[in-house]
């Protein structure tokens, strides 16, 4: 079935550091794919999203990109601050609302 | 604003009594869900519902119940807790017209069975 595999944390980062969090999915035919980010108690909320081959998708200074070829949307920001500390999820979705997540990865940025 | 509210935030409870935790929403969605996350699982699909007198089981079904009477309401109950179903609870909606199916997450409710 489909699934989302993505990188392990905690991943622990200084202020202004580059920020990469890999994610790797596998589906039958063409997901939309989705970054969600969770703040410290709170629920999940929408990060950014592409829906098809190679589009990039953006908010608040982190990019994605859905690469077909190597089944990845890896999320980067080039530069973290201490607010951007949270748990963020990779998810796909592939058939009417069958949304499906990765385990997470929690980001902590040190000032 | 239009929102997506849960309750208990925080529940403790013993083996074997019911528990319902409830999920309201005020956007008019016909879509809702449940999910429970764990570490090192992230979110599991556990019941969802596309309108009213709709369910349908999810990934982690076994031992919950949900109804829907109704647009706004999708309670999730535990017939008899068990120690394995300590977790945190999230319920989420959307909309039935949208092009790709982003989710509205409530706050989530913590359970604890002792």
């Known amino acids: 079935g489909d699934s989302v595999t993505q990188m392990e944390g905690p991943v622990t980062l200084s202020e202004e550091a580059f920020l990469t969090i890999n994610c790797t999915y596998t589906?039958?035919?063409?997901?939309?794919l989705f970054w969600y980010v969770q703040y410290p108690g709170e629920g999940l909320q929408l990060l950014l999203k592409a829906t098809k081959a190679d589009d990039k998708g953006s908010n608040k200074g982190f990019e994605a990109t859905y690469r077909k070829e190597t089944t990845s949307f890896h999320l980067e920001k080039g530069s973290v601050q201490v607010s951007d500390s949270a748990v963020y999820f990779c998810a796909l979705e592939n058939n009417n609302n069958d949304m499906r997540f990765g385990a997470g990865t929690r980001l902590t940025v040190k000032p | 604003d239009a929102e997506i509210t849960q309750s208990p935030r925080h529940k403790i409870t013993e083996t074997g009594r019911q528990v319902t935790l409830a999920c309201h929403q005020t956007w008019n969605h016909n879509n809702m869900f449940w999910y429970r996350q764990d570490l090192g699982h992230g979110l599991r699909l556990i019941h969802y519902s596309y309108g009213v007198q709709d369910t349908n089981k999810g990934e982690v079904s076994d031992g919950y119940s949900v109804s829907r009477s109704n647009t706004e309401d999708l309670p999730l109950t535990l017939e008899s807790a068990a120690s394995s179903q300590t977790s945190v609870y999230f319920c989420a909606s959307n909309d039935e017209g949208a092009l790709t199916g982003e989710l509205f997450f409530g706050e989530g409710s913590r359970l604890t069975v002792l």
């Open positions: 589906a039958t035919g063409y997901p939309s």
